[in-house]
């Protein structure tokens, strides 16, 4: 066999696709073995939006139910003197089931397990990695603790013997895998699809109806009007693809979105739904009669008509965001922050996003950003109306510029900006008798601010049961957070040229296990805090992300014993792996082809990274062992919404609800249960004195799995404070 030399060492031959046409530097980089493979498109197929599954029709599952009986009857003997009867254990869910909830529920084969599962057997057969990236995995693995690595060996096994049934198909994919008996595994193919898997799971949670999926939003025709004659006379429709923007919303992982009196169009012969954080709004703290410190917060109010004056004045931001006598909320972000836009008739896989400083005509950044079109709304009502309102959720991901658009080494200037979103004129509307090349949207105001680079810490403190899951026996449940920090060297993320991103941390950070051993209905925690992140600074426009999983596990001892020795090897082999993958130039590499010609934000890179490492595990899990998933979530932080949440003056948003869901059921599968797990994310009363400048922020997450599930819902408390 004949070999050539890369950047991982020697590598064998492969096959490659036709090739003759490129220069030699563009074929060194064997195919990725997991790339989609085009398809041709059957142009009477539209019942599904791309990268959909087909589901085979299921019974719906019987509800578990819990055996009353037999509880009460061991309630009893357990009471009487000189009874010691062997502690009742909680029944687990069958593997095949587990996995099979998880394909309903998110949709994603994951290759990267299959591909730990063949590395893991090239160790144990004392093979040699084949290239640079492959010795690093056999030096990971060679490091793990000898009891860990057995029970990881066993839980292998166990997945081996679930893949040889024929039931975890639908959640693994062999791309990887199969090439592993082939050839050395190149590096830029992990991490390629490390970013594809956690960019679906991650644009399923934070773009809403776009099943995870990059691309064009659906062509939605509307009219727009012309007038030509005085006073609004001589008006003249025209009816096309006309873009609109909705609404931005400056937190990545949250559902807070700001538009205006203009912007949000009603569902016709309705009304906007105005919520209380979106007006501007002044908050004072003083102490009660009883010392508790209580927020009073008011809506800030145009000023004064002057005398005489038959009109009053208008808020900030002019007419669109003066609503009765009340100030509309103008979003704010730091430089080299992101922010998310929604609106329709997001058209292109790709649009430009404009922000231009008002009263600054020097400061005008135009950007080309990713489109996450809405596959789920209708593109007309029941009777036959193209729907163009505020039910639609094309969405744009769009990172900011940190640096002035004209002036090399200068900052980007804080202040009031005006963002559009351009859309190519695929469908050549028309418009006032010609055709433009561009279509764009009306315009809303972000405020960019300055950036706070303190350090901050996130730690969890309390929780609680509320519901524990069915059966004998109580709970035990495990818990841990995988925290991912980046740091961009360039804003925004170029997709080519030389490392632009630099990850900090990827870890797992184990909450104790004893506080939440034989938890019941109703009952809290034991004592215990854990720091899930910092004390650090986030670093200039720097993201954190934390990724949570919960599992009730067996609480055998012996059964106990062996998944924690199988948790700290995966635990540990995963996250360095991931890190091996994506370090130095790998991530940009991947972002390049995955992504073609755009850029991500940094908070969409690293929710899809940590994403993916939660997957991967919640996978593996699903797949082995005696543990049933209790909960799900992913969170991200940056400084800007950290500053906000700890500053005293700013008002409680409203509570968040994320769903780990299949995007595309219909209501018949739903009820069949696509919910895997529901998230509810509360903010509680900041905790600080009178007059202080800063404060703890407090907030409550709740995880719920459905009857047909585990039944049960847990809540942790998460507090993050400056330091």
């Given at each position: 066999m004949t070999t050539t030399s890369d950047s991982h060492g020697t590598t064998p031959d492969r096959e490659r696709d036709n090739c003759s046409d490129l220069e030699p530097d563009a074929q060194r980089t064997p195919r990725n073995p997991c790339a989609p493979q085009p398809t041709k498109k059957d142009p009477c197929d539209c019942g599904k939006p791309p990268g959909s599954r087909q589901r085979p029709d299921r019974p719906k599952r019987p509800l578990p139910r819990r055996d009353e009986c037999c509880e009460q009857l061991i309630e009893i003997l357990q009471g009487l003197p000189g009874f010691e009867g062997r502690k009742p254990h909680k029944p687990k869910q069958r593997p095949a089931r587990k996995v099979q909830d998880l394909c309903d529920a998110l949709g994603i084969a994951d290759a990267i397990l299959p591909f730990f599962g063949a590395m893991w057997q090239r160790?144990?057969?004392?093979?040699?990695?084949?290239?640079?990236?492959?010795?690093?995995?056999?030096?990971?693995?060679?490091?793990?603790?000898?009891?860990?690595?057995?029970?990881?060996?066993?839980?292998?096994?166990?997945?081996?013997?679930l893949r040889q049934s024929?039931?975890?198909?639908?959640?693994?994919?062999?791309?990887?895998?199969?090439?592993?008996?082939?050839?050395?595994i190149e590096r830029a193919w992990v991490a390629e699809e490390l970013l594809r898997e956690g960019l679906k799971l991650a644009g399923q949670t934070v773009f809403r109806n776009s099943g995870g999926v990059m691309g064009p939003g659906q062509v939605r025709l509307w009219d727009n009007k012309v007038f030509h004659g005085p006073n609004g006379?001589?008006?003249?429709?025209?009816?096309?693809?006309?873009?609109?923007?909705?609404?931005?919303?400056?937190?990545?992982?949250?559902?807070?979105?700001?538009?205006?009196?203009?912007?949000f169009r009603p569902v016709p012969g309705g009304f906007h739904v105005w919520q209380n954080y979106q007006y501007a709004q002044e908050c004072s703290f003083a102490p009660d009669p009883s010392g508790k410190i209580v927020a009073s917060c008011t809506r800030q109010h145009p000023p004064p008509a002057p005398p005489g004056s038959l009109f009053g004045n208008n808020c900030e931001g002019g007419p669109n965001y003066t609503k009765d006598n009340d100030c509309l909320r103008i979003p704010a972000q730091r430089p080299g922050g992101s922010i998310k836009l929604r609106g329709f008739n997001f058209i292109t896989p790709t649009v430009k996003v404009r922000i231009a400083r008002v009263g600054d005509p020097s400061v005008v950044h135009e950007q080309d950003c990713t489109v996450w079109g809405d596959q789920a709304t209708p593109i007309k009502d029941d009777a036959g109306h193209f729907i163009v309102d505020?039910?639609?959720?094309?969405?744009?991901?769009?990172?900011?510029?940190?640096?002035?658009?004209?002036?090399?080494?200068?900052?980007?200037?804080?202040?009031?900006?005006?963002?559009?979103?351009?859309?190519?004129n695929v469908t050549n509307a028309n418009y006032d008798g010609s055709t433009p090349p561009v279509l764009v949207t009306n315009k809303l105001l972000l405020r960019i601010e300055a950036d706070p680079n303190l350090k901050y810490l996130v730690w969890s403190n309390r929780g609680r049961c509320n519901r524990e899951t069915p059966g004998m026996g109580d709970d035990e449940i495990w818990w841990d957070a995988f925290v991912g920090h980046i740091v961009p060297k360039e804003v925004p993320v170029p997709t080519t040229g030389a490392s632009a991103l630099e990850l900090k941390m990827l870890e797992r950070r184990s909450f104790p296990r004893p506080p939440w051993e034989d938890m019941d209905d109703g009952e809290s925690a034991g004592a215990y805090s854990i720091d899930v992140w910092g004390p650090r600074a986030f670093e200039l426009y720097g993201v954190a992300v934390i990724g949570m999983v919960g599992f009730e596990v067996d609480s055998e001892a012996a059964a106990r014993d062996q998944l924690q020795g199988f948790w700290n090897a995966w635990g540990k082999a995963l996250t360095e792996v991931a890190t091996v993958a994506i370090s130095g130039a790998g991530l940009v590499?991947?972002?390049?082809?995955?992504?073609?010609?755009?850029?991500?934000?940094?908070?969409?890179?690293?929710?899809?990274?940590?994403?993916?490492?939660?997957?991967?595990?919640?996978?593996?899990?699903a797949a082995w062992a005696p543990a049933d998933l209790i909960a799900l979530d992913i969170m991200h932080f940056d400084g800007s919404n950290a500053w906000d949440r700890t500053d005293p003056k700013k008002p409680l948003p409203p509570p968040t609800t994320r769903l780990f869901d299949d995007p595309y059921a219909d209501a018949g599968v739903s009820a069949q249960g696509s919910v895997l797990i529901t998230v509810v994310e509360t903010a509680l009363a900041k905790d600080h004195k009178a007059g202080d400048a800063a404060a703890t922020w407090i907030q409550e997450?709740?995880?719920?799995?459905?009857?047909?599930?585990?039944?049960?819902?847990?809540?942790?408390?998460?507090r993050l404070a400056r330091t």
């Open positions: 160790y144990e057969a004392g093979e040699e990695g084949r290239n640079e990236f492959e010795k690093k995995i056999v030096n990971i693995f060679a490091g793990l603790d000898p009891k860990d690595a057995k029970a990881f060996s066993y839980a292998f096994d166990q997945y081996r013997e024929g039931k975890g198909e639908c959640l693994f994919n062999d791309c990887l895998a199969d090439s592993v008996l082939k050839g050395p006379s001589g008006a003249t429709i025209f009816q096309g693809p006309w873009p609109w923007l909705t609404a931005i919303a400056p937190d990545l992982s949250s559902s807070e979105e700001y538009g205006n009196l203009e912007s505020e039910r639609v959720s094309d969405w744009v991901d769009c990172p900011l510029p940190s640096g002035h658009p004209t002036i090399p080494g200068a900052p980007l200037p804080s202040g009031l900006y005006e963002v559009s979103v351009i859309v190519a590499e991947a972002v390049a082809k995955l992504v073609v010609g755009v850029t991500l934000t940094v908070a969409l890179i690293i929710l899809a990274i940590v994403a993916a490492v939660v997957l991967i595990c919640t996978a593996f899990w997450v709740q995880y719920d799995t459905p009857e047909h599930g585990e039944d049960a819902s847990y809540t942790l408390e998460f």
